[in-house]
C-alpha cells in the first residue's frame, strides 16, 4: 500500500495524489521541478503526492491547465477519495463495535487495568484502543507475523483471533521495555537441563528461577491471566534491542502442557523462528513441527521414549519408575502417552498435575 491510498479490506481509497505523483514519473521530473511548473511550493506538492493534503480549488485549477484534465474532474476525485474514507471509517467503526463485544471487559477490571464501572461501548473501545496501544482495534483481527504463536485447539474462529492478540498485546506493552539483555543463544543452550530439572519443583519454587535465568539470556518470561475464547498458550516475538518475549498463559494449568508450551517456545527462539507466515501453511505447519520436535526430545529423548513404549507397559508404577530414570515428572509422560493416543485422556487424569501459578 502506498501513502496516498487508504485500504480496508474491500475498500480502497485512492487520493488524487497518487495521479499526480504517476505524471511527475512520466514527466521525468523532480517534485520540485514539478511544483515551480505548477505554481505551488514542494511542500504543497510532497503533501499531496502522500496522501497528506487534499487538493485545493486553487491546486485543482492550476494543474488542469498544466494537463489539460477538467477542473472538474480533479475536485471529483478528491471528493469521491474524501467519500470513500467516510466510508471506511464508518466500516471501521463498526468492526470495532463488533471485536469490542468480542472481549470479555471484565477481564481489564479484574486485573487493574480499569477501574470497576460500566461503561459504554465506545468507552470500552477508548479504553481498549489505550491498554492495547493501537489506533484501532481492528488491528487484533490478524495474524501478527512478527510473533510464532502457541495453541493447542487452532484459531478456529475470528474471537478467538482477537482475544488471543488482546493477551499478546497485553504481554509487549508489559515486557518490551524490561531488559536491556540481547538473546544470547549459547547462555540459554547452557541452562536447557537446568530448567527441564524444574519439572520436579514446585511453581513457587522454579518459577522466579525461572524468569532469571531466562532474563539474564535475554528472555523475558511474561505470564497473563487466561482471557476468555483466548486459544493462546505461548507465544515469543524477538524486540527491536534484541531481547525476546516468551509469552506464557494460564490458559491450560496442566503440569505437562505448561512445560511442552514452554520448550516450545524455546525452540522457535533457538531456531530463530520468529516470524510465522500463516498465509503460507505449509511453512507455518514447518516450523511448528520443529518446535514441537524440539520440545519432545528435550523433554523425553526419544531413543528412551522407544525404548520404553516397546516394553509396553504403562501401569501407573512403569510410568513413574520411567520418570525417575529420565529425571522428569510423570505428569509430561503421561501426557505425551494420552497425546499419542497410547493411553486414554481420562484414564490417568488422576495422576496428572494442575498447576496454580501466580501470573505475573
Avoid at 483481527?141 to 510473533?147: K, L, S
Avoid at 508450551?261 to 522457535?268: A, M, P, T
Avoid at 513404549?309 to 513413574?320: C, F, M, Q, R, V
Avoid at 505428569?331 to 496454580?356: A, C, D, H, T, W
Wanted: overall charge neutral.
Amino acid at each position: 500500500m502506498s501513502n496516498n491510498e487508504t485500504i480496508y479490506k474491500d475498500l480502497i481509497a485512492f487520493h488524487p495524489g497518487s495521479y499526480i505523483e504517476d505524471i511527475i514519473k512520466d514527466s521525468n521530473i523532480t517534485q520540485k521541478e514539478f511544483a515551480e511548473r505548477l505554481g505551488v511550493s514542494p511542500k504543497t506538492i510532497s503533501k499531496l503526492v502522500n496522501g497528506d493534503e487534499s487538493i485545493s480549488k486553487d491546486t485543482a485549477n492550476k494543474l488542469s491547465r498544466m494537463t489539460g484534465v477538467s477542473l472538474s474532474t480533479w475536485l471529483s476525485l478528491q471528493n469521491k477519495y474524501d467519500i470513500k474514507v467516510i466510508e471506511i471509517e464508518e466500516r471501521q467503526n463498526q468492526d470495532e463495535e463488533s471485536i469490542c463485544k468480542m472481549i470479555d471487559f471484565s477481564y481489564f477490571k479484574n486485573n487493574g487495568f480499569v477501574e470497576k464501572k460500566r461503561y459504554l461501548v465506545n468507552e470500552k473501545i477508548s479504553e481498549l484502543r489505550k491498554i492495547l496501544q493501537v489506533g484501532s482495534l481492528t488491528y487484533l483481527n490478524e495474524f501478527n507475523n512478527a510473533v510464532s504463536y502457541r495453541n493447542t485447539k487452532g484459531f478456529s474462529e475470528e474471537k478467538n483471533i482477537v482475544n488471543s492478540n488482546v493477551v499478546l498485546e497485553l504481554a509487549i506493552n508489559r515486557s518490551k521495555n524490561m531488559t536491556d539483555n540481547k538473546l544470547d543463544k549459547n547462555k540459554l543452550e547452557k541452562i536447557l537441563s537446568e530448567i527441564r530439572e524444574m519439572t520436579l519443583q514446585n511453581p513457587s519454587e522454579f518459577y522466579p528461577k525461572l524468569k532469571e535465568k531466562l532474563l539474564n539470556c535475554g528472555v523475558i518470561l511474561c505470564g497473563m491471566p487466561k482471557l476468555k475464547n483466548a486459544s493462546l498458550n505461548g507465544a515469543t516475538k524477538k524486540f527491536q534491542n534484541g531481547s525476546i518475549l516468551l509469552l506464557m498463559t494460564d490458559r491450560n494449568k496442566s503440569l505437562d502442557i505448561f512445560w511442552f508450551s514452554l520448550f516450545h517456545e524455546l525452540g522457535h527462539i533457538l531456531n530463530n523462528d520468529f516470524y510465522s507466515n500463516h498465509e503460507d501453511k505449509e511453512v507455518y505447519k514447518a516450523k511448528e513441527d520443529k518446535a514441537d520436535s524440539f520440545a519432545r526430545d528435550i523433554l523425553i529423548p526419544q531413543e528412551k521414549y522407544s525404548t520404553f513404549l516397546e516394553a509396553g507397559d504403562y501401569t501407573n508404577d512403569a510410568i513413574s519408575d520411567f520418570s525417575e530414570k529420565i529425571g522428569i515428572h510423570p505428569s509430561i509422560v503421561i501426557g505425551r502417552l494420552q497425546n499419542e493416543g497410547k493411553l486414554e485422556q481420562e484414564m490417568y487424569n488422576p495422576f496428572r498435575v494442575n498447576y496454580n501459578i501466580s501470573i505475573n
